[in-house]
């Protein structure tokens, strides 16, 4: 009676489990996933400048005095290009001890280091030499710049509208293909590509020169999965 009962509730268990994976397997078969790529070449219309203003000397007084000079040329030397409005940021003064390893090998002080930093954009690529033969001019200073999109966001919109009607027709034609219908999006999962602007910008912090306008690539790819009935 007792192995009777064990391999009724055995027998059980397994048309349970076999009703679930059954359950599972339609509604697996009730969705459609598809994805859609979409990508563009653009030319940056932004430029974006950073100057550094550093001046030692063994009186911070001094040090100090000779930097707020050079800033002064600096903003004055800006009011000449055309900005993007409201761009130009000075950054706070950073005043640092600077040492000196002697010959008897003891480190001694040597002098104080006064940093400041401006930054400010440019909306017209072609003004980018003008800037800089203007900045350098003015003042003993170091200088870089990259280029950016004034607007990446409405750019990448439109590459994820093109991407999801794309990934949406191929979902719709094997869904006709099979019988059945498009309905509601279950899911949606978005891979952007903008490490072309970011290589822009590390080469030219690293060169600390002007980086070029080129035209780069940018893509999205969009994975939707869709209802069907």
Same mark, same amino acid.
């Given at each position: ?61 001094? @040090? &100090? +005095? ?7 040329? %600096?903003?004055?030397? /800006?009011?000449? #290009? ?84 794309? @990934? &949406? +027709? ?7 293909? %099979?019988?059945?219908? /498009?309905?509601? #999006? ?44």
């Amino acid at each position: 009676m007792a192995r009777r009962t064990i391999f009724f509730f055995l027998l059980i268990s397994i048309l349970v489990l076999a009703g679930c994976g059954e359950k599972e397997q339609q509604l697996r078969m009730r969705s459609i996933g598809m994805a859609g790529v979409a990508d563009t070449l653009v030319v940056p219309d932004l430029a974006v400048w950073t100057v550094r203003i550093n001046d030692l000397d063994p009186l911070l007084v001094g @040090a &100090k +005095d000779s930097n707020d000079a050079r800033l002064a040329a %600096v903003l004055g030397a /800006l009011e000449k #290009i055309r900005l993007v409005e409201g761009s130009v940021r000075t950054g706070p003064a950073r005043i640092e001890r600077q040492f000196r390893r002697c010959d008897d090998g003891v480190n001694r002080f040597s002098h104080f280091s006064v940093k400041r930093s401006v930054t400010f954009r440019q909306d017209d690529p072609d003004e980018v030499e003008k800037a800089l033969d203007v900045l350098v001019s003015a003042a003993d200073i170091e200088v870089s710049c990259y280029f950016d999109l004034a607007d990446t966001e409405a750019i990448m919109k439109q590459l994820r509208t093109r991407a999801m009607d794309q @990934a &949406k +027709d191929k979902a719709a034609f094997l869904a006709r293909h %099979v019988g059945m219908s /498009l309905g509601e #999006i279950l899911s949606i999962r978005v891979n952007e590509n903008l490490n072309a602007y970011q290589h822009n910008r590390r080469m030219a912090e690293l060169n600390g020169g002007v980086a070029s306008p080129q035209a780069q690539h940018l893509s999205t790819q969009v994975s939707v999965s869709y209802k069907t009935f």
